[in-house]
C-alpha cells in the first residue's frame, strides 16, 4: 500500500469560484506536477473537498453546483483526468472513515492551536460547528489515507499539514507501526500568499464580500482588466530593488502576482519597471491577467456545456481512490484491534 516513488495529493473546497489565490498559490503547481512526478514514475491526486465544505453554511444547491464547476475549473486549468486521478472526497468513504479513527489520535490541545478555526470561527466559536473545528482531521485523513509524499497548497494550509505530520507520527507510535507516511507539505515560492486587491493586509479568498478584492477564474476579461486597474496602491514609482518594496504590502502583492503569472522572478520583472509608476505598470498586469486566465474561462464555459460529463470524471476518478485508499483503511483497523 505505500507508494513506491513519490505520491502527490491536495484537495481544494467547493465553497465558490476560484480565485486567482487558489489558482497560483496550489491549481498552478498542481499542473505542472502532473508532468514532473508522473515523468518520474509518480503519481498525482487532486480532489474536490465537499466535506470540508460542510463545515460552514452553505446550501445543497450550491455545493451540488459548486462541486461541478470547481471540477471543471480544474481541467480547464489543465488537470489531465486521465493522468492524474481526480474524484470529491464523498465518493470515497474510506476518508470519512479514517477521520473517525484519527479523531481518537488527534488531542483537543493540538486542534485548540489552529489559527484557520480561530480565524474562521470568529467571536462566535460556541456556534461554530463541530465540524469547522474537526475539518484539519479530516484534512489529515485526505492524505494519510494515500501515504501521499508531497502536499502541494498555499501558506494558509500550511499549519494543518503540520499537524496531519503529528498525527502520523502518533498514530505508527502508539500502534507500533509504520503505516503512516509522513508527508511534505509543498509551499510555492512564487505565491504562497496572494493577498486581496483591496487590503493587502488579508489574504485574497473566497469569504471577502468585496468581489473587487479578488479576481475570480470565471471574471471576463474586461472584469479582470478592471480590478486589476482598480487594485489597491500607493502614490510612488515602482523601485530597482525588491528589499526597497518593504512596507509597501500593496505593490509587493501586485508584483507577486506579476512573476507568479509569468514565471519569472519578483526581481526580473522590477527590473522592466524600475522607475515608472502603477499607471505603466497596472494595464500591463491586466493585459497578462487576461492572456493566462481568459483561455481557461473559456474552456470552463465549454466543459460546463456538459455537467454530466464531468460528473462521470468525477465517478471514474473516485473508482481509482476507493482502490488504493481500501488497504490503507484496512490496515489502520487491523493495528487498532477493530479487524482481526
Ligand atoms: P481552499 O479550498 O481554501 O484552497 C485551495 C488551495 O488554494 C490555496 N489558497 C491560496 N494560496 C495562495 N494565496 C491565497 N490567497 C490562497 N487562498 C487559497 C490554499 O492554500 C489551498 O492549497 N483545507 C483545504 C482543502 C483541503 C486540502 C486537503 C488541501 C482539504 N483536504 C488535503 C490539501 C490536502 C482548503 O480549504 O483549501
Known amino acids: 500500500m505505500r507508494p513506491k516513488s513519490t505520491r502527490v495529493v491536495s484537495g481544494i473546497q467547493p465553497t465558490g469560484n476560484l480565485h486567482l489565490g487558489n489558482y497560483l498559490g496550489a491549481v498552478k503547481q498542481w499542473v505542472a506536477m502532473q508532468d514532473d512526478i508522473q515523468a518520474g514514475g509518480g503519481e498525482t491526486m487532486y480532489f474536490i473537498a465537499d466535506l ?15 462541486t461541478i464547476e470547481v471540477t471543471a475549473t480544474l481541467v480547464a486549468a489543465g488537470i489531465d483526468p486521465d493522468r492524474s486521478i481526480l474524484f470529491n472526497q464523498t465518493r470515497v468513504p474510506a476518508h470519512s472513515e479514517l477521520a473517525w479513527l484519527l479523531n481518537n489520535v488527534a488531542r483537543v490541545g493540538w486542534l485548540n492551536r489552529m489559527t484557520q478555526f480561530k480565524d474562521k470561527a470568529g467571536k462566535n466559536r460556541e456556534g ?28 494558509d494550509q500550511k499549519q494543518h499539514l503540520e499537524l496531519a505530520r503529528d498525527i502520523a507520527a502518533k498514530f505508527n507510535l502508539d500502534y507500533q507501526t509504520d ?45 479582470i482588466a478592471d480590478k486589476f486597474k482598480k487594485a489597491k496602491t500607493d502614490p510612488d514609482l515602482l523601485p530597482a530593488s525588491v528589499d526597497e518594496l518593504d512596507g509597501r504590502a500593496e505593490a509587493k502583492n501586485l508584483l507577486a502576482i506579476f512573476a507568479a503569472l509569468s514565471d519569472r522572478t519578483p526581481a526580473d520583472v522590477l527590473a522592466d519597471y524600475a522607475g515608472k509608476g502603477f499607471g505603466a ?37 473516485a473508482a481509482r481512490a476507493r ?18
Not at 52 to 66: F, G, M, V, Y
Not at 323 to 340: F, I, K, R, S, V
Open 323 to 340: 482502490d488504493l485508499a481500501a488497504p490503507t483503511l484496512q490496515a489502520a483497523q487491523e493495528a487498532m484491534g477493530l479487524l482481526a
Open 281 to 317: 505598470f497596472k494595464p500591463a498586469l491586466a493585459d497578462l491577467a487576461v492572456a493566462k486566465l481568459g483561455p481557461i474561462r473559456n474552456e470552463l464555459t465549454r466543459l460546463l456545456a456538459d455537467p454530466s460529463a464531468i460528473d462521470a470524471i468525477l465517478e471514474k476518478g
Open 179 to 223: 503505516l503512516f507516511t509522513l508527508p511534505e507539505p509543498l509551499v510555492s515560492t512564487a505565491a504562497p500568499r496572494i493577498m486581496s486587491l483591496r487590503d493587502a493586509n488579508a489574504k485574497m479568498s473566497k469569504s471577502n464580500p468585496s468581489e473587487q478584492s479578488r479576481v475570480n477564474l470565471t471574471d471576463s476579461d474586461d472584469v
Open 52 to 66: 470540508h465544505a460542510l463545515t460552514q453554511p452553505i446550501t445543497p444547491a450550491d455545493l451540488r453546483a459548486n
Open 128 to 155: 461554530a460547528s463541530v465540524g469547522l473545528y474537526d475539518y484539519p482531521v479530516l484534512m489529515a485523513a485526505d492524505v494519510l489515507l494515500y501515504n501521499a509524499t508531497h502536499v502541494p497548497v498555499g501558506d
